[in-house]
């Protein structure tokens, strides 16, 4: 089973307020990017892709020292920029994340892998519920009902790509509540959360 990690940096990143792209804004010294490259580095995927676009030169000219895919996507939106990478590339089992989830470790992408392929389901969505982002003082922007439960969609997700992505397919829900599945970086907010957090981390 070939499994590939498409990272999503191409977006504008409005809500941060800055002149900046999100990506490349240093989090204790290290771009923000950087981290999750470094996560699925040493993970058990077998090729990672950057997804960039024009929105994104400097992420673009920043992942060049990798030795990583690159694909430049139109930078029409998630959705609309994920199809385009999975209509250019023969892939079977794709985990997607986007290039804002600094706290994300080696050991949570081989957890996500191992869950899906244990689900035996077409995709699968990473959530979490709603009173564990209000642990962290975290605002979700969108809130699903599932199963009676408040759901939250954390924006990673893995799916076979080997099937027909365009028709309905059985999807697996994996729960989790742990922070760096939690914070990914939006807002400057977001960014003082996880600095904060990974001061507190090398402090134990």
């Not at 676009?53 to 920043?62: C, G, I, Q």
């Not at 922007?141 to 954390?154: A, E, F, G, I, N």
């Not at 080997?162 to 977001?190: C, G, H, Y």
Request: glycine letters at 4%; one cysteine or more.
């Amino acid at each position: 089973m070939e499994v590939t990690c498409i990272i999503m940096a191409g977006g504008k990143s409005t809500r941060m307020e800055s002149h900046d792209e999100k990506t490349v804004i240093p989090i204790l010294g290290k771009p923000m990017i950087e981290y999750v490259i470094e996560a699925a580095n040493g993970s058990n995927v077998n090729q990672i892709i950057v997804a960039t676009s024009s929105n994104a030169p400097k992420t673009s000219n920043l992942i060049k020292k990798f030795d990583l895919e690159i694909f430049e996507t139109a930078g029409e939106g998630y959705h609309e920029d994920l199809s385009q990478i999975l209509e250019n590339f023969d892939l079977e089992i794709v985990l997607i994340i986007s290039g804002d989830f600094p706290l994300i470790s080696s050991s949570d992408i081989n957890r996500i892998i191992t869950f899906h392929e244990k689900s035996k389901k077409f995709s699968l969505s990473v959530m979490a519920r709603v009173e564990d982002f209000e642990k962290f003082n975290l605002k979700p922007t969108y809130v699903m009902d599932y199963q009676d439960q408040k759901l939250v969609p954390v924006g990673i997700n893995v799916i076979d790509g080997r099937k027909n992505t365009k028709e309905w397919q059985e999807e697996a829900i994996m729960l989790v509540s742990e922070p760096q599945f939690l914070i990914n970086v939006n807002t400057k907010k977001d960014l003082e959360i996880v600095e904060k957090y990974l001061i507190e981390s090398k402090k134990e």
